[in-house]
Protein backbone atom coordinates (compact mmCIF):
# COMPACT_ATOMS: atom_id res chain seq x y z
CA UNK A 1 0.00 0.00 0.00
CA UNK A 2 1.35 3.30 -1.04
CA UNK A 3 1.61 5.77 1.83
CA UNK A 4 1.28 9.26 1.58
CA UNK A 5 3.73 11.80 3.89
CA UNK A 6 2.20 13.54 6.29
CA UNK A 7 1.70 17.16 5.20
CA UNK A 8 0.47 19.91 7.72
CA UNK A 9 -2.53 22.37 7.14
CA UNK A 10 -1.06 25.21 6.72
CA UNK A 11 -2.91 28.65 7.52
CA UNK A 12 -1.20 32.09 6.04
CA UNK A 13 -2.17 34.96 8.25
CA UNK A 14 -1.12 38.20 6.57
CA UNK A 15 -2.14 42.04 7.04
CA UNK A 16 -0.68 44.91 7.26
CA UNK A 17 1.41 47.23 8.75
CA UNK A 18 0.05 47.38 12.85
CA UNK A 19 -3.15 45.82 11.60
CA UNK A 20 -2.52 42.85 14.42
CA UNK A 21 -0.59 40.18 12.95
CA UNK A 22 1.64 39.33 16.24
CA UNK A 23 -1.79 39.79 18.25
CA UNK A 24 -3.29 37.22 16.36
CA UNK A 25 -0.12 34.74 16.56
CA UNK A 26 0.45 34.68 19.94
CA UNK A 27 -3.15 34.14 20.79
CA UNK A 28 -3.17 31.17 18.40
CA UNK A 29 -0.08 29.58 20.36
CA UNK A 30 -1.31 30.32 23.07
CA UNK A 31 -3.95 27.70 22.07
CA UNK A 32 -1.24 25.34 20.91
CA UNK A 33 -0.82 26.17 17.12
CA UNK A 34 3.20 26.47 15.92
CA UNK A 35 3.47 29.51 14.20
CA UNK A 36 6.32 30.01 11.31
CA UNK A 37 7.27 33.49 10.98
CA UNK A 38 8.29 34.57 7.39
CA UNK A 39 10.43 37.79 8.97
CA UNK A 40 12.59 35.47 11.14
CA UNK A 41 12.96 33.24 8.31
CA UNK A 42 14.27 35.92 6.41
CA UNK A 43 16.51 37.47 9.19
CA UNK A 44 18.29 33.75 9.54
CA UNK A 45 19.14 33.28 5.99
CA UNK A 46 21.40 36.27 6.25
CA UNK A 47 23.24 35.36 9.09
CA UNK A 48 27.20 35.29 8.76
CA UNK A 49 28.04 32.00 7.22
CA UNK A 50 24.78 31.68 5.63
CA UNK A 51 25.58 31.33 1.54
CA UNK A 52 22.78 33.96 0.93
CA UNK A 53 24.79 36.44 2.95
CA UNK A 54 28.27 35.86 1.36
CA UNK A 55 26.25 36.36 -1.74
CA UNK A 56 25.29 39.95 -0.61
CA UNK A 57 28.77 40.53 0.02
CA UNK A 58 29.86 39.39 -3.14
CA UNK A 59 27.73 41.38 -5.01
CA UNK A 60 27.68 44.81 -3.27
CA UNK A 61 30.81 44.49 -1.86
CA UNK A 62 32.32 44.05 2.20
CA UNK A 63 31.36 47.12 3.13
CA UNK A 64 27.84 46.20 2.90
CA UNK A 65 28.96 44.16 5.99
CA UNK A 66 28.76 45.74 9.71
CA UNK A 67 31.81 45.14 11.59
CA UNK A 68 30.51 42.16 13.34
CA UNK A 69 30.39 40.74 9.96
CA UNK A 70 26.35 41.37 10.45
CA UNK A 71 24.63 42.34 7.30
CA UNK A 72 23.94 45.96 7.37
CA UNK A 73 20.38 46.45 6.37
CA UNK A 74 19.78 49.95 6.65
CA UNK A 75 22.26 50.33 3.78
CA UNK A 76 21.24 47.54 1.79
CA UNK A 77 17.47 49.32 1.86
CA UNK A 78 19.54 52.67 0.66
CA UNK A 79 20.99 50.76 -1.86
CA UNK A 80 17.28 48.53 -3.36
CA UNK A 81 15.25 51.58 -3.13
CA UNK A 82 14.32 52.92 -5.80
CA UNK A 83 16.55 50.49 -7.69
CA UNK A 84 14.22 48.05 -9.03
CA UNK A 85 16.73 46.04 -10.94
CA UNK A 86 18.78 45.73 -7.42
CA UNK A 87 15.60 44.67 -5.56
CA UNK A 88 14.86 41.95 -8.34
CA UNK A 89 17.92 40.71 -7.84
CA UNK A 90 18.09 40.85 -3.91
CA UNK A 91 14.19 39.27 -4.08
CA UNK A 92 15.42 36.34 -6.58
CA UNK A 93 18.01 35.63 -4.05
CA UNK A 94 16.51 35.63 -0.93
CA UNK A 95 12.96 34.43 -1.78
CA UNK A 96 14.16 30.59 -2.46
CA UNK A 97 15.88 30.64 0.52
CA UNK A 98 13.11 31.79 2.26
CA UNK A 99 10.39 29.78 1.04
CA UNK A 100 12.72 26.79 1.68
CA UNK A 101 13.59 27.23 5.14
CA UNK A 102 9.21 28.45 5.71
CA UNK A 103 8.64 24.52 3.73
CA UNK A 104 11.15 22.70 5.98
CA UNK A 105 9.71 24.58 9.54
CA UNK A 106 6.08 24.00 8.34
CA UNK A 107 6.72 20.58 7.85
CA UNK A 108 8.23 20.25 11.31
CA UNK A 109 5.42 21.18 12.95
CA UNK A 110 3.36 19.57 15.62
CA UNK A 111 0.10 21.13 16.11
CA UNK A 112 -3.00 19.88 13.94
CA UNK A 113 -2.92 22.94 11.52
CA UNK A 114 0.56 25.37 11.45
CA UNK A 115 0.36 29.22 11.12
CA UNK A 116 2.88 30.73 8.61
CA UNK A 117 3.16 34.24 9.66
CA UNK A 118 4.16 37.10 6.82
CA UNK A 119 3.63 40.62 5.95
CA UNK A 120 4.61 39.74 2.38
CA UNK A 121 2.79 36.93 1.89
CA UNK A 122 0.80 37.30 -1.13
CA UNK A 123 3.84 39.52 -2.39
CA UNK A 124 6.45 36.92 -2.19
CA UNK A 125 4.25 34.01 -3.36
CA UNK A 126 4.56 33.03 0.07
CA UNK A 127 0.64 32.36 -0.25
CA UNK A 128 1.46 29.47 -2.29
CA UNK A 129 2.56 27.83 0.78
CA UNK A 130 -0.54 27.71 2.44
CA UNK A 131 -3.91 25.88 2.17
CA UNK A 132 -5.98 28.66 3.90
CA UNK A 133 -5.46 32.44 4.09
CA UNK A 134 -6.57 34.43 6.91
CA UNK A 135 -6.11 38.21 6.13
CA UNK A 136 -6.70 40.58 9.15
CA UNK A 137 -8.53 43.58 8.59
CA UNK A 138 -7.95 46.97 10.37
CA UNK A 139 -9.16 50.44 9.47
CA UNK A 140 -6.42 52.35 8.18
CA UNK A 141 -7.03 55.19 11.00
CA UNK A 142 -6.61 52.33 13.65
CA UNK A 143 -3.40 50.82 11.97
CA UNK A 144 -1.89 54.18 11.90
CA UNK A 145 -2.83 54.98 16.05
CA UNK A 146 -2.00 51.29 17.08
CA UNK A 147 1.56 51.78 15.45
CA UNK A 148 1.93 55.17 16.76
CA UNK A 149 1.24 53.75 20.09
CA UNK A 150 3.54 50.92 19.37
CA UNK A 151 6.31 52.15 17.89
CA UNK A 152 8.86 56.01 18.37
CA UNK A 153 7.11 56.60 14.62
CA UNK A 154 4.76 59.42 13.57
CA UNK A 155 1.98 59.20 11.72
CA UNK A 156 3.62 60.72 8.46
CA UNK A 157 5.50 58.01 8.55
CA UNK A 158 3.05 54.91 9.74
CA UNK A 159 0.75 56.09 6.23
CA UNK A 160 3.65 56.12 4.12
CA UNK A 161 4.32 52.58 4.94
CA UNK A 162 0.92 51.39 4.59
CA UNK A 163 0.81 53.24 1.19
CA UNK A 164 3.73 51.06 0.23
CA UNK A 165 2.06 47.79 1.06
CA UNK A 166 -0.01 45.43 -1.29
CA UNK A 167 -3.82 47.52 -1.44
CA UNK A 168 -6.64 46.49 1.18
CA UNK A 169 -8.93 45.38 -1.66
CA UNK A 170 -5.93 43.20 -2.99
CA UNK A 171 -5.24 41.74 -0.07
CA UNK A 172 -8.55 41.15 0.78
CA UNK A 173 -8.82 39.26 -2.77
CA UNK A 174 -6.44 36.49 -1.40
CA UNK A 175 -8.44 36.18 2.18
CA UNK A 176 -10.40 32.55 2.67
CA UNK A 177 -11.48 34.27 6.37
CA UNK A 178 -11.07 37.38 6.67
CA UNK A 179 -10.79 38.75 10.56
CA UNK A 180 -11.65 42.25 11.50
CA UNK A 181 -9.52 43.79 14.43
CA UNK A 182 -10.82 47.12 14.69
CA UNK A 183 -12.55 46.26 17.67
CA UNK A 184 -10.99 45.39 21.43
CA UNK A 185 -7.90 42.27 21.87
CA UNK A 186 -10.59 40.17 23.82
CA UNK A 187 -13.14 40.18 20.74
CA UNK A 188 -9.91 39.32 18.87
CA UNK A 189 -9.36 36.75 20.94
CA UNK A 190 -13.20 35.50 20.85
CA UNK A 191 -12.84 35.73 16.53
CA UNK A 192 -9.87 33.46 16.63
CA UNK A 193 -11.33 31.25 19.17
CA UNK A 194 -13.95 30.35 17.08
CA UNK A 195 -11.96 30.38 14.02
CA UNK A 196 -9.25 27.95 15.54
CA UNK A 197 -12.49 25.55 16.78
CA UNK A 198 -14.26 25.84 12.60
CA UNK A 199 -10.22 24.43 11.73
CA UNK A 200 -10.04 21.38 13.92
CA UNK A 201 -13.46 20.22 13.95
CA UNK A 202 -12.80 20.49 10.09
CA UNK A 203 -9.70 18.84 9.83
CA UNK A 204 -11.17 16.21 11.69
CA UNK A 205 -14.08 15.83 9.48
CA UNK A 206 -11.45 16.09 6.94
CA UNK A 207 -9.65 13.06 9.16
CA UNK A 208 -12.16 10.77 9.44
CA UNK A 209 -13.58 10.41 5.06
CA UNK A 210 -11.42 8.07 4.72
P1 LIG B 1 3.70 44.95 12.20
O1 LIG B 1 3.40 44.53 10.82
O2 LIG B 1 4.01 46.40 12.26
O3 LIG B 1 4.72 44.09 12.90
P2 LIG B 1 1.40 43.63 13.43
O4 LIG B 1 0.46 43.40 12.31
O5 LIG B 1 2.18 42.47 13.97
O6 LIG B 1 2.34 44.85 13.09
P3 LIG B 1 0.59 44.00 16.19
O7 LIG B 1 1.98 44.31 16.68
O8 LIG B 1 0.00 42.70 16.54
O9 LIG B 1 0.51 44.27 14.62
O10 LIG B 1 -0.44 45.14 16.61
C1 LIG B 1 -0.06 46.52 16.58
C2 LIG B 1 -0.27 47.14 17.95
O11 LIG B 1 -1.66 47.19 18.21
C3 LIG B 1 0.35 46.34 19.09
O12 LIG B 1 0.81 47.22 20.08
C4 LIG B 1 -0.83 45.50 19.59
O13 LIG B 1 -0.70 45.17 20.95
C5 LIG B 1 -2.00 46.45 19.36
N1 LIG B 1 -3.26 45.75 19.06
C6 LIG B 1 -3.47 44.77 18.15
N2 LIG B 1 -4.75 44.41 18.12
C7 LIG B 1 -5.38 45.19 19.03
C8 LIG B 1 -6.74 45.30 19.47
N3 LIG B 1 -7.72 44.55 18.95
N4 LIG B 1 -7.01 46.22 20.44
C9 LIG B 1 -6.03 46.99 20.95
N5 LIG B 1 -4.74 46.94 20.58
C10 LIG B 1 -4.41 46.05 19.63
Avoid at 155 to 182: C, G, H, M, Y
Avoid at 194 to 202: G, S
Avoid at 204 to 209: E, I, L, M
Wanted: charged share 20%; proline share 3%.
Amino acid sequence: MASKQKRHFVVGVTGGIGSGKTAVTNYLASLGVTIVDADIAARAIVEPGQPALDNIASHYGAGILLENGNLNRRKLREIIFDNPAEKQWLEQLLHPEINALLRQQLADATSPYVVLVSPLLTETGQHTLCDHILVIDTPEHVQVDRTVARDSTTEEQALKIINSQIQREKRLSFADTIVDNSGSLSELHDTLEQFHNDMITALFNKGSDH
